[in-house]
Nanobody, 124 residues
Framework: QLQASGGGLVQAGESLRLSCAASGRTFKNYMMGWFRQAPGKEREFVAAISRSGRHTYYGDSVKGRFTISRDNGKETAYLQMNSLRPEDTAVYYC???????????????????WGQGTLVTVSS
């Protein structure tokens, strides 16, 4: 089970940190990812992190502004979002693949378990 939190309403240029608390599986054995879905748009990849936390991956639109991290001891993944823009407005979902290994294809289909989503709204 994945539980996302931390969304809210901010102004452009501000920051937010999302959290994703995991339970039910051995957290450290699974990659974690963040996706987002804006109204009327498809769900898109935002960021992913390897099981160890040593490797991170980002979508082009967030590179240099967002940072994904994880704390395996707390079984929680994070998404630090800086320099937020109105186009970052979306529901943000944390997700994890079914297989206990690092995957390389960060598509919606590649992630089996999803949190409920947390809404981020960035005003201009």
């Amino acid at each position: 089970q994945l539980q996302a939190s931390g969304g809210g309403l901010v102004q452009a240029g501000e920051s937010l940190r999302l959290s994703c608390a995991a339970s039910g599986r051995t957290f450290k054995n699974y990659m974690m990812g963040w996706f987002r879905q804006a109204p009327g748009k498809e769900r898109e990849f935002v960021a992913a992190i390897s099981r160890s936390g040593r490797h991170t991956y980002y979508g082009d639109s967030v590179k240099g502004r967002f940072t994904i991290s994880r704390d395996n001891g707390k079984e929680t993944a994070y998404l630090q979002m800086n320099s937020l823009r109105p186009e970052d407005t979306a529901v943000y979902y944390c997700a994890s693949p079914e297989v206990p290994r690092d995957i390389v294809a960060f598509t919606v289909k590649g992630f089996t378990f999803w949190g409920q989503g947390t809404l981020v709204t960035v005003s201009s």
